[in-house]
């Protein structure tokens, strides 16, 4: 079943839908399966920017619609749900052909089409989560046709990072004094471990966050019911679409380290962190940026953010994406047609 949704017109102050603007959602065939893209901005002309949500399986195009919608007037924002997740997902999908190259091939082609489309050489990438290490890679490969990469949620060392996130579990269940958490994270030990335990210790790390508090509850229904590119009825297929992705792609992208696998980004490069991030360790991603060689580098923190600085300080975000990587992106762009 497919699940198109709506996107509404992008309208100026007198209520009339500004000329060269662009909203428009749909299915396009990538890697031969039908994946669902929203495409919105003010101004087609504009620096194209694909946002990666996180997982592998996690669409995040209602997170990003709610808090980013401001990027709209400076980019033409480019919402995926991958392979696998959200309204892309479909249980016929091959489980084999969920993997890292696959995915990269996948954003290939959607880079290419957005390219083509838009008359622009290159495509600026901000990535979440897993989909920072998936922006990360693509860059790697394909630095033509980047013009900066912006990464929040960094991945970096993924199994040190993870190791991280269990004893942080561990440590904060013992502070809280809750033996049902203690004894359920010491029952599946420290990673490596399967996606069964993993399932173990995310949901553990959501209650200690408070990630499952009534107030949280109600703040995810509020982000959901706030753009119509989302339904609560479709809350049940992008879990199923989560577990099912993780499932297939765990045992690939637990071992990814950015450090040995793209140790240097031909593009520059941008890290938007969460202080308090305990999903992706950010001094894992603070190592790998240290390490990492590229033209420009620039790490900001965010202090009251956790692993969505995006949702956390909103205002702070997207105004370092149009202060700082929009720049970028325009004189990458610039330098591409001189």
């Known amino acids: 079943m497919r699940h198109l949704r709506r996107t ?28 669902w893209v929203l495409i919105r901005g003010e101004d087609a002309s504009n620096p ?21 919608a401001p990027l709209e007037k400076h980019f033409t924002t480019v919402n995926w749900d991958q392979r696998g997740a959200g309204k892309s997902f479909d249980p016929a999908i091959p489980t084999s052909s969920m993997t890292v190259a696959q995915l990269i091939s996948d954003l290939d082609e959607l880079v290419d089409r957005v390219r083509e489309r838009f008359q622009q050489p290159r495509v600026a990438v901000l990535g979440h989560s897993w989909g920072s290490a998936l922006g990360v890679l693509y860059a790697a490969r394909f630095p033509e046709k980047v013009s900066a990469y912006a990464g929040t949620g960094q991945i970096g060392d993924w199994p040190a990072a993870e190791l991280r996130t269990y004893q942080w579990c561990l440590a904060e269940a013992e502070r809280q004094g809750n033996r049902r958490a203690v004894k ?14 993993l399932w173990v210790q995310r949901n553990w790390l959501a ?15 509020r982000m959901i019911l706030g753009v119509p590119e989302s339904s609560p009825f479709e809350v049940r297929t992008v879990f199923r679409a989560l ?71 909103p205002d702070q975000f997207n105004a370092v994406m149009v202060n700082e990587v929009l720049p970028a992106a325009a004189a990458a762009r610039a ?4």
């Open 8 to 35: 509404p017109p992008i309208r100026g102050a007198g209520g009339r839908i500004l000329p060269n603007s662009i909203a428009e959602v749909g299915y396009q065939e990538l890697g031969g399966v039908k994946q």
């Open 48 to 68: 194209p920017l694909v946002m990666l949500h996180g997982g592998p399986g996690m669409s995040e195009a209602g997170f990003f619609r709610y808090y980013c």
């Open 184 to 197: 359920a994270l010491r029952a599946i030990g420290p990673p490596p471990y399967p996606v069964a335990a």
């Open 207 to 221: 209650r200690l966050e408070g990630g499952t508090s009534p107030r949280a509850l109600v703040q995810l229904l």
């Open 243 to 313: 577990r099912w992705s993780m499932e297939a792609m765990w045992p690939e992208v637990s071992r990814i380290n950015l450090a040995e696998m793209a140790p240097e980004l031909k593009v520059p490069v941008f890290f938007l962190l969460g202080r308090n991030d305990h999903w992706a360790a950010p001094e894992m991603a603070v190592a790998y940026f240290e390490a990492l060689r590229a033209p420009s580098k620039r790490l900001v923190w965010f202090e009251r953010s956790g692993h969505e600085p995006f949702a956390d300080e």
């Open 335 to 338: 330098r591409s047609v001189a």
